[in-house]
């Protein structure tokens, strides 16, 4: 019994030491109070029911896992496609022409954010927009 209490000490020890605990949901923490009771029966000599609660708590985790990673691939946008007149807005905002390449790019964005970036008086949406039309235009040239 003193091994279990230890292994669950070190449990609520990692998870308070890694966060883990303020992101639980309730039934993750349902789930976790349900091993718990299941590791005491198993380990006070019940492990008729201790046993299926441990396997039934691992089955949840494990289903909780695949539906996370699951949203995480549909949370995933596609990647935006520019059209002509968006690259055109982008050069004209850079001063740039189509023959521009990444390095001309890079310098164009220097020297514009330089004069409006937010620290110096300028807006952040300007600054956004510049930024934008970089990425922009380095994608296009990119995707050449």
Known sequence: MGVLTLLI????????WTGKLQRMTAKDGIALSAALVGAVLAAKGKPVIGAPLLIS????????????ARRRKRAIPPAPTADHADIARARALLGLGPDADADAIRAAHRRLIASVHPDKGGTEALAA???AARDLLLQERAGR
């Open 9 to 16: 000490a070190a449990l609520a020890i990692w998870l308070i």
């Open 57 to 68: 708590v691992a089955l949840f985790f494990a289903q909780q896992g695949q539906a996370r």
């Open 129 to 131: 927009q510049i930024n």
